[in-house]
């Protein structure tokens, strides 16, 4: 089966605090996309991550970073310094690396900072 | 530009009406998509486009008709829809299948109500 999981249904914590985002994922394929995208209220699902199933070197981008394990099947995002503009449910998705276009995503994460 | 537009941003439409959404991205990209993203759940994917072709048809019922009539555009044909197809309908686009990026973009999607 393909699936991912996002155990935590919602976040809330305080601006400047660090969050951290769980995301564990099932497949059989051995190769395979996994993703992290943000959906802040406007609707809009925005593009933040892609990585290969392959290169499981961590990844920062400013005040965010990606943990991927392939050994616990786990792709964990982390905010550090989080802002009032973090606010938003962001989910986790995997792409089998077929020809199958198909994203499965997890159930989402909504993450409130407040001020 | 990594921008897909999707118009109207808000519908409200009869159970008998027809009516039409549309989606335009100008990045390359040959393959497109809809989703469908009910609250606090994650999107569905309903069609994909891939080279202008139906790929995928996720046994979507039939009162949701697609067209792909350019590699630029995607419309999705509405007729005699139900209340519960109320929902935010996401286009999407992205690189073909052995891309080196496959990253999806998403439009802002468009809020249809049925009443």
């Known amino acids: 089966a393909q699936k991912v999981t996002q155990a935590q249904t919602e976040i809330s914590v305080v601006e400047k605090e660090d969050v951290t985002l769980d995301c564990v994922y099932e497949?059989?394929?051995?190769?395979?996309?996994l993703f992290w995208y943000k959906q802040p209220p406007s609707g809009e699902l925005v593009f933040l991550i892609r990585?290969?199933?392959?290169?499981?070197q961590n990844e920062i981008s400013g005040r965010y970073s990606w943990n991927f394990q392939k050994s616990t099947s786990s792709f964990n995002f982390t905010i550090t310094a989080s802002q009032v503009v973090d606010s938003a449910v962001y989910f986790c998705?995997?792409?089998?690396?077929?020809?199958?276009?198909?994203?499965?995503f997890g159930s989402g994460t909504r993450l409130l900072v407040r001020p | 530009d990594t921008e897909v537009t999707q118009t109207p941003k808000h519908l409200v439409m009869g159970m008998t009406n027809k009516k039409s959404l549309k989606c335009e991205q100008h990045?390359?990209?040959?393959?497109m998509y809809w989703y469908k993203q009910k609250a606090k759940k994650p999107p569905e994917l309903m069609f994909v486009?891939?080279?202008?072709?139906?790929?995928i048809n996720e046994s979507v019922p039939s009162r949701f008709s697609p067209e792909c009539p350019n590699s630029s555009l995607l419309n999705l044909h509405l007729h005699a829809l139900q209340p519960e197809d109320s929902a935010l309908y996401l286009c999407a686009s992205s690189p073909p299948r052995g891309s080196p990026n496959t990253e999806a973009f998403f439009g802002q999607g468009t809020r249809l109500t049925v009443v």
């Open positions: 497949t059989r394929d051995t190769t395979y996309y």
């Open positions: 990045m390359g990209h040959r393959a």
């Open positions: 990585r290969n199933s392959f290169d499981e």
């Open positions: 486009y891939s080279y202008e072709k139906l790929s």
């Open positions: 998705a995997l792409n089998p690396m077929d020809s199958s276009y198909k994203l499965i």
